[in-house]
Each structure stands twice: as structure tokens, then as C-alpha cells.
């Protein structure tokens, strides 16, 4: 997680972070060599803390930016965290954090930007530069980047380059039902804000809470609707989901 050293909400909101992982549902590491990788970055960086108690979450804030260290060498495709900050206003910040993502981070399937409304005007063609930049197969402004892997008309997969003597995220891409020959990157958007806090800041979305976000109350009934939707859709289905969805 890459923040600008500059904002005054940092503290507050990585305070905020800790929180939300630490009492946060317990849910077991599935992906293949998950644990391997969590003790590789326990042993590289002392100063890892561990949240949570079933299955605990890592985190290690504030890794010096310079230095040459273990997770921004490995991707950990696990329950941790690591943060950096770079200096510099709205837009040269951005265009720092596009250079180390690019640059100093090892692996090329997705990245998120997080942009409130107001910051995205003041940065203008900026910020399509940014997202024209970034070398990933993935990018996601506001709505966690999976979404793109959720959707089968996207391509998935990691930004075209790799090689199998540095395979990184992988070779190639799946879903691409518009078959597009040679997919560079799939981009999805979301509004910054969740309805109805949307429309109290005069932003004109509808979108309800994420049913990923670790705070909503109703993401496993909003799934399950939603999957006998996908696989029926008959319209007397759609009440049930948007009440839960609403209520999440």
C-alpha cells in the first residue's frame, strides 16, 4: 500500500486499517504455500505485527521507500500488509507511486487506486495517465481490483511481458469472452462512496456497500441471491437482492 507522506489523515487511517483486520472474521489462508510465504516476510522483517487471533494478519507500516526490502520482492498473495509513502502534492505523488509500482514491485496482476471525487477533477488527464501507465494486468479505481477476474467478458491475467524464466504473475489470460487478441489490461471503476453516503455528498451513485467490504453485514445472503440470480434471472428475484444488497 503505497500513501502519500504528506496527507494528515495517514495515522488516522491506517489506525483504521488495524482495526478493521484485527476484528475482522476469522477465514482460513487457502492459497497454496500461503504460510511459507507469511514466515518468509515474519523472518525478513522483524517488525512485523500480527492481528487477529485465529488466523492472524500480518502488517509492516512504513517500510522506508528506498530500501530493498523483502515484500516488495515477493508477492505475498496472502492475509498481509505492507506499507510505503512517497512525498509530493496530488499529482506528483501519483506519478511516484505509479514509477514504484512499476519499478520496485514484484509481480503484475492487479493494483487499486483509492481517489475521492474531488481529488480525481483536481487531477484531471493525470489520473488517465496514471491508469494508462501502470503495467498491470488489473486496475481498479475505487472497487477492489477482482472485480475485473469476476467479470467474464474482461480479460484476466498478468500485464503481457513475462517470461517463463521470470514468469512473476503468469503467462497469458483467462476469461476474455470478446476475445481480444492480444489484451494489455483490463480497467474497472466504482464510485468512491457507497449509496446512500453517495448521494449525501452530491455524488449521483447507486451502488450499495461492496458485499467484499469486511463490514457488511449481509455479503453472504447478497451472495447467495446473487448466484440464484446468475443462474435463473427472473425478475421476482431482484427485490430479494437489492433488499439485502441495500442492507449491507
Known amino acids: 500500500m503505497i500513501l502519500p507522506s504528506g496527507w494528515n489523515g495517514k495515522a488516522k487511517f491506517l489506525a483504521a486499517l488495524e482495526r478493521a483486520l484485527t476484528g475482522s472474521e476469522s477465514r482460513e489462508a487457502y492459497y497454496p504455500g500461503t504460510q511459507e510465504r507469511l514466515q518468509r516476510l515474519r523472518e525478513a ?137 492480444k489484451p494489455e489490461k483490463t480497467v474497472v471503476f466504482a464510485p468512491f462512496r457507497p449509496f446512500p453516503r453517495s448521494v449525501a455528498h452530491g455524488e449521483l451513485a447507486l451502488l450499495p456497500k461492496p458485499p467484499w467490504f469486511l463490514t457488511n453485514k449481509t455479503s453472504t445472503s447478497t451472495a447467495h441471491k446473487l448466484t440464484e440470480f446468475a443462474a435463473d434471472p427472473s425478475p421476482k428475484r431482484l427485490p430479494a437482492l437489492f433488499v439485502s444488497a441495500l442492507r449491507g
Open 45 to 181: 522483517d522483524p517488525s512485523v505485527r500480527e492481528l487477529g487471533v485465529d488466523q492472524p494478519r500480518l502488517i509492516v507500516s512504513e517500510i522506508d521507500a528506498s530500501a530493498d526490502h523483502h515484500a516488495f520482492r515477493e508477492e505475498l498473495f496472502g492475509p498481509a500488509i505492507a506499507t510505503t509513502s512517497l512525498p509530493g502534492d496530488a499529482a506528483e505523488f501519483l506519478r511516484a507511486a505509479v514509477r514504484f509500482a512499476n519499478e520496485r514491485l514484484y509481480g503484475t496482476l492487479g493494483v487499486n487506486l483509492i481517489v475521492d471525487p474531488r481529488t480525481a477533477k483536481h487531477l484531471g488527464d493525470e489520473l488517465d495517465r496514471a491508469v494508462a501507465d501502470l503495467r498491470y494486468g488489473g486496475v481498479a479505481i475505487n472497487i477492489w481490483v477482482a472485480m475485473a477476474f469476476l467479470l467474464a467478458r474482461a480479460a484476466w491475467g498478468a500485464f503481457p511481458g513475462h517470461r517463463l524464466s521470470d514468469v512473476q504473475s503468469g503467462i497469458g489470460v483467462v476469461h476474455n469472452a470478446l476475445m481480444f487478441d
